[in-house]
């Protein structure tokens, strides 16, 4: 029994010092770690010339892992993609420096509207960018709220500016991540990392105060 509690600890440990260092993909750092990228599908509808390969919107959650085939996701003519965010949030930095990127990977450089949410609902849109890289300082939107938690990425095809064709049509979403990054957002259901991160977190809190009274 002492030993499952001191693996506990170790491995508590070794969660939330992964938790806190930071990581740098494409010369992006992320202060928050691999914590701060999306980590479920919300919603999504998969546009024309996309084939079964690049057509499946899950390989856009978690860090970037391009290049290999099958690593992005390929919105297609007129698709639409929205992510969220679970074990963190996007925020502001209230600064003028970059708060949300998105990592749109190919040989050709796509276009793609974006929008954020705090209630995939009502949209703040952050008007066309252009991928390669593609950092976003939402700050500088209209609507934006200072210090608001969003939990909802929207990523939609530009069609005016279509680049490439079957079997990856139009912007191929490799991950979306949150530089700017705040703790989840109050009832929403947490990644399965964070819910064993929690379950441990919460054993060994009680194991601690437990022992204090002995």
Known sequence: MRKMKLMCVILLAAALSAHAAPTIYDGVT?????????????????????????????????????????SYYSLGVNGWLILEFTDNSLTTSGDSTPDLHIFEIGGAVEWMNVAISTDASSWIELGNVRGQPTSIDIDSFAGVVLGAQYRYVRIVDDPASSLSSSPYGEADIDAVGAISSAPAVPGTVPAPGAILLGTMGAGLVGWLRRRRTL
């Open 30 to 70: 992320f202060p928050e770690g691999d914590v701060s990228f999306a980590d479920a599908v919300h919603s999504y509808s998969t546009g024309a010339n996309v084939t079964t390969t690049y057509g499946d919107p899950t390989v856009a959650l978690g860090a970037p892992d391009f290049p290999g085939a099958g």
